[in-house]
């Protein structure tokens, strides 16, 4: 029997919940840090039950933004918690034991390991089964659930969206047998003309009761996949770029001019930049920050979803936003490096916020590439230029090199939270 749409919604909260773990000023008390048992390679000493394959992956892409090349063991331990059939879980404990892949894997985890993966480079077997697992577990709509026949969320598209992007796929050509994209369930997730007016573009992580819900999240999430970006994104050239809302205006001489009752942007830059809009009011009618998506009645600052919103407003090239938001998480007197000190996620998401806003990571916090590369396996020597090569060159072999970059960034100057640039087709910031 098909699990109930009711239980499709408490796993789509659990996963929700999950990625709040890297983003409000506190975790909700069902997932409280826990010490960890021991996993040679792991990144990070609390509980990994929930967030260890995600925190490895985005500690991996965070360091190899800023040249440092993580421990083979550590790539190992990431590696190896892939299911046979291609998925992640959030954890497994015990590799020998085979994964359950109706409740067992999810969506989330195998896109961030996929992007780890692929950025380390090495590694194109473990990124073409994930990739593989991602077309298997593809919903109708184009978009996935948080699980397997989980109906699709703004989050989970996205981050998979992200998964083909860093392997150097066009995720637009990652269709379901229906014909539909990823963008298209994306886009589905977006507000409209319908909306509140300081709710459009925003984008919701589930139809609740089939009506979309803002939520700063899922928007920030959405927004960086619909520039077709993946976590790594450098900081963009060519000046700031003003993010252009959705055009809601009504032109009564205009016969065929769509009502402004339920108008969307029409495909993914627009909506990229009508989510960008978004994001840049929010923030600036809050001092630059974002609150807790998970509880809409907290004023409490939502760190991890704010340097999210960087990334993704420097994808679209709107770096003047990105700044001011970067400024407010930089400031020591707003807590967001005591609030990541200790946690390799964390800290990866301030330091990949850092590159997209043009910000040396090494100077906020003290020193949040140190403070990152000491919650891990000590990393290889700093690369030198043969170190580079070779790196590179497995990069090539595996089959992945990132050479769709290079056309977006002919767009939007250099990408989101999370990228490149050079002579190689995987150049770093």
């Not at 996949?225 to 003003?242: R, T």
């Given at each position: ?57 985005l500690a991996f892409i965070a360091q190899d933004s800023v040249g440092v090349t993580p421990a083979t063991s550590a790539v190992d331990w990431l590696a190896g918690q892939q299911c046979a059939d291609g ?12 994964c359950d892949a109706k409740k067992g894997e999810f969506t989330d985890a195998t896109a961030a390991a996929v992007q780890g993966l692929a950025t380390v480079g090495g590694r194109g077997a473990e990124v ?33 969206i992200g998964a083909y992007a860093a392997a150097g796929q066009d995720p637009a050509k990652a269709t379901a047998k229906s014909g539909k994209s990823p963008y298209d369930a994306l886009l589905a997730f ?240």
């Amino acid at each position: 029997m098909a699990p109930s749409p009711a239980v499709h919604a408490r796993r789509g909260a659990a996963a929700l919940a999950t990625a709040a773990l890297l983003s409000a000023a506190a975790a909700p008390a069902a997932f409280a840090d826990s010490p960890s048992p021991a996993a040679p390679g792991l990144y990070g000493t609390t509980n990994p039950q929930f967030d260890g394959v995600f925190r490895q992956s985005l500690a991996f892409i965070a360091q190899d933004s800023v040249g440092v090349t993580p421990a083979t063991s550590a790539v190992d331990w990431l590696a190896g918690q892939q299911c046979a059939d291609g998925g992640f879980a959030g954890y497994r404990a015990d590799t020998g034991t085979a994964c359950d892949a109706k409740k067992g894997e999810f969506t989330d985890a195998t896109a961030a390991a996929v992007q780890g993966l692929a950025t380390v480079g090495g590694r194109g077997a473990e990124v073409k089964k994930g990739l593989d697992w991602l077309k298997a577990t593809q919903n109708e709509d184009g978009g996935w659930g948080a699980q397997p026949g989980n109906p699709s969320n703004a989050n989970s598209t996205a981050t998979a969206i992200g998964a083909y992007a860093a392997a150097g796929q066009d995720p637009a050509k990652a269709t379901a047998k229906s014909g539909k994209s990823p963008y298209d369930a994306l886009l589905a997730f977006q507000l409209g003309c319908d909306a509140k007016e300081g709710e459009r573009g925003a984008f919701a992580y589930l139809p609740q009761k089939g009506q979309l819900l803002a939520n700063d999240l899922a928007s920030a999430a959405a927004t960086l996949a619909a520039s077709g970006k993946g976590y790594l994104v450098g900081h963009p050239s060519g000046g700031d770029k003003a993010p252009k809302p959705l055009d809601c205006a009504k032109d009564e001489g205009d016969k065929d001019h769509k009502s402004d009752k339920g108008d969307k942007a029409e495909n993914a830059a627009a909506a990229a930049d009508a989510g960008s809009a978004y994001l840049a009011a929010k923030l600036g009618g809050n001092g630059q920050h974002l609150t807790s998506a998970m509880d809409p009645k907290s004023d409490k600052p939502d760190f991890g979803a704010t340097a999210d919103a960087v990334a993704a407003l420097a994808a679209g090239g709107h770096t003047d936003a990105a700044g001011k938001a970067m400024s407010w998480l930089r400031d020591d007197k707003n807590g967001a490096a005591a609030w990541a000190k200790g946690d390799p996620g964390k800290l990866a998401k301030l330091i990949l916020a850092a590159k997209a806003s043009g910000t040396d990571p090494r100077t906020v916090g003290g020193d949040l590439v140190q403070q990152l590369d000491e919650t891990g396996p000590k990393p290889e020597a700093a690369a030198d230029t043969s170190k580079k090569d070779e790196k590179e060159k497995k990069k090539d072999d595996s089959g992945f090199g990132v050479w769709w970059f290079v056309g977006v960034c002919l767009v939007a100057g250099i990408g989101v939270g999370f990228l490149l640039s050079g002579r190689k087709k995987n150049p770093k910031p």
